[in-house]
Each structure stands twice: as C-alpha cells, then as structure tokens.
C-alpha cells in the first residue's frame, strides 16, 4: 500500500510540473505577443506644442510667471517683480509714470495701468524697466489690494501683451542742443548715477529744470518716492550732495509740488536749500573734465 501511494504522488508531481510548464510557456509568450505590437512613439510625436496646448486648453493654466513682491521705503508703494521678464524695454532705462489722477489719454499709453487704476484704492503706477510700483491711497489696506494688484499683474504677464504701447524718443535727460555745459552735466549724473539707485527702491526721479541765476535744480520723483517719509534724506544726501560735489553751479535741488488729492493734506513738497558758506576756490572745469571726475565716460 506504502509504495503505491508513493507512485501515484511522484505522478501527480510530475503531472503538475509539467502542466506548470505549460502555463508559464503560454504566458512568455503573450508578453512577447504585447511587446512586439507596443508603438515604437508617442502618439503626440510630431506635434507642435502650441497644437496641443489648443488642444487641451487646461494646459493653458500651468503657464505663470513667478511674481515676487518687495516693500519700498514708502509704506504707500510695494514694488512687484516679475521673474524672467521685462517690463518697459528701455535703452536709456527711462519708466513710466502715471497717477490716478492723469488724462484718460495719458494713462491709456499703459494698458497695465489702466487694468491697475480699475482696482479701488490704486493712486498711481510706476512701470520700471523689470518692475511695477503699485502706490495707494493711504486709507487702503495692503492685505487686499495686494491680491487683486497681484492678479492684474498676472493677467497681463500671461497675456504677453506690452505693458506701454509707445515710448518718447527724447526724454528728461536726453541732452538737446540748446543744453549748456551745465544742463548736460545734471542730466549725465541723474541719468547714470541717480536714476539707478533710487530705481532700486521702485522710484524714479527726473530732470525738470535748472536755474542759471540761482542755481536751483527741479526735480520730479515717481513711483514709490512720491510721498515717502524718507524723500527729504534722498533728495539730501543722495541728489543734492553728489549734483553740488561735481557740478558748484548747484545750489539747492527741489522736487515738483505733488499734486494734492482729495481727502489727504499736505502738499508733498521737498524743499532743500543749501548752506550760505561758499566752498574755498570753486574751480570750473570743463565738461568732459567732471563727467570722468564722476567716473561717466565722455562721449560725443
């Protein structure tokens, strides 16, 4: 009985072994079968991605521009930044400055601006060279007005539409024929020294005049330096000491009144006036001789 049971369990063994054999042939040989119909390409190979992206149009949300905000030194004005993008292409790095407050004609120079202005609480907008300078009302909140100003700016990044239509050929410190020596010195240092700083800070300041007779430089501030606690130091130690240091004819710098709005006092107006001493042995020297004391190479 013992070796009869015994043969008939090594002939249920073999029999499973072979059958195992069997199953494990058949299934090599349908993967083989699935591999060799596998496509050998996408079946988006060949198509361009604009085609596709038409195609699926939830595609077109995964496209953003990384916007990064930054405070300035006036707590009315936040700069936003757009990373990987101009704003205002500018050879001379000249912006835009535009208030609330400006013909409908001028503010619609700047499509961005005027998306900006519909937003309740916006007072006026600077457009830098990589940049946006958003400046409020004063009874505005931040915590709301940055979300919606955000939006616009994001709107208008992924409509890839200009943010300014057209840009003056001749600009505040284009040097005219008609500037003397004196005129075309301010205009180098505001434009290669000034200018740079204070865009850092989301402003921008401009050349307006200069009295022959007093020797008072007008100027303009823009963006975040409009209204900004720390313009009077700015204009001081900034603009007045470097234009007074290299040009003697500078006697003071003024900035331009700001125009008052409606529910808030003050005028904005920066007055500084320079000392009565007299500096020992002004000594005029040419212009090309104080465009390399300022370190601006001299061209015709």
Not at 142 to 169: C, H, T
Not at 231 to 254: C, D, F, R, W
Not at 289 to 300: D, M, N, W, Y
Request: aromatic share 6%; hydrophobic share 40%.
């Amino acid at each position: 009985i013992i070796a009869v049971a015994r043969h008939l369990s090594k002939a249920t063994i073999l029999a499973e072994g072979r059958e195992s054999q069997h199953t494990l042939a058949m299934i090599s040989s349908a993967a083989r079968s699935l591999l060799r119909s596998r496509p050998t390409s996408s079946p988006l190979s060949g198509v361009s991605p604009a085609t596709i992206t038409a195609s699926f149009p939830y595609l077109q949300q995964l496209r953003s521009v990384f916007i990064q905000t930054a405070d300035t030194p006036n707590p009315e004005s936040l700069k936003f930044i757009p990373t990987g993008m101009p704003v205002v292409e500018s050879e001379d790095g000249n912006g835009f400055y535009v208030k609330k407050s400006d013909s409908a004609a001028e503010i619609a120079r700047s499509p961005l601006a005027k998306e900006l202005f519909k937003l309740d609480g916006v007072k006026a907008v600077y457009l830098g060279a990589d940049f946006v300078t958003i400046t409020k009302f004063a009874e505005e909140k931040w915590q709301f007005l940055r979300p919606l100003s955000f939006q616009v700016i994001m709107n208008w990044a992924d409509g890839g539409k200009p943010a300014l239509l057209d840009a003056p050929e001749i600009t505040d410190t284009t040097i005219l024929d008609d500037d003397d020596e004196v005129v075309a010195m301010i205009k180098e240092l505001i434009e290669a020294r000034i200018r740079p700083a204070v865009q850092e800070d989301g402003g921008d300041i401009r050349y307006v005049s200069f009295a022959e007779d007093t020797g008072l430089v007008t100027v303009e501030l823009a963006g975040s330096c409009v209204g900004c606690p720390s313009s009077a130091v700015t204009l001081k130690q900034g603009v007045e000491n470097m234009l007074m240091h290299y040009i003697p004819e500078v006697t003071a710098v003024e900035a331009l009144e700001e125009e008052s709005e409606e529910g808030e006092g003050g005028s904005g107006d920066v007055v500084v006036e320079k000392s009565n001493e007299e500096p020992k042995e002004r000594k005029q020297k040419s212009y090309e001789e104080r465009l390399a004391q300022a370190g601006i190479p001299f061209s015709e």
